[in-house]
């Protein structure tokens, strides 16, 4: 059984930052990739960021340049630093793990951002 587990989410002003956290444990092994996602209320799911084994990152273009995704892979653990955050995005982030063909996701954290 593979648990992530996510911290890190809070609530921010304009043009603060935060960073978000998830562990995988459990019998996982091999991760191809991890990453986070978020979902605002009435939106669909949609990437934010996620960084391959290999150290390959991918942003969403809403993020670009204000967001940076890193991991420890002897820890299976994915970080996700945003600075700048806009009430856009404000959202219910989960973390995401690919191994060996299964998705695997974090049970969310909030984020919002708001004065």
């Known amino acids: 059984q593979v648990q992530l587990v996510e911290s890190g989410g809070g609530l921010v002003q304009p043009g603060g930052s935060l960073r978000l956290s998830c562990a995988a444990a459990?019998?996982?092994?091999?991760?191809?990739?991890m990453g986070w996602y978020r979902q605002a209320p009435g939106k669909q799911r949609e990437l934010v960021a996620t960084i391959t084994s290999g150290g390959r990152a991918t942003f969403a273009d809403s993020v670009k340049g204000r967001v940076t995704i890193s991991r420890n892979s002897a820890k299976n653990t994915v970080y996700l630093q945003m600075n700048r955050l806009e009430p856009e995005d404000t959202a219910v982030y989960y973390c995401?793990?690919?191994?060996?063909?299964?998705?695997?996701w974090g049970q969310g954290t909030q984020v919002t951002v708001s004065s």
């Open positions: 995401n793990v690919v191994s060996r063909g299964h998705d695997y």
């Open positions: 459990g019998s996982i092994f091999s991760i191809n990739a």
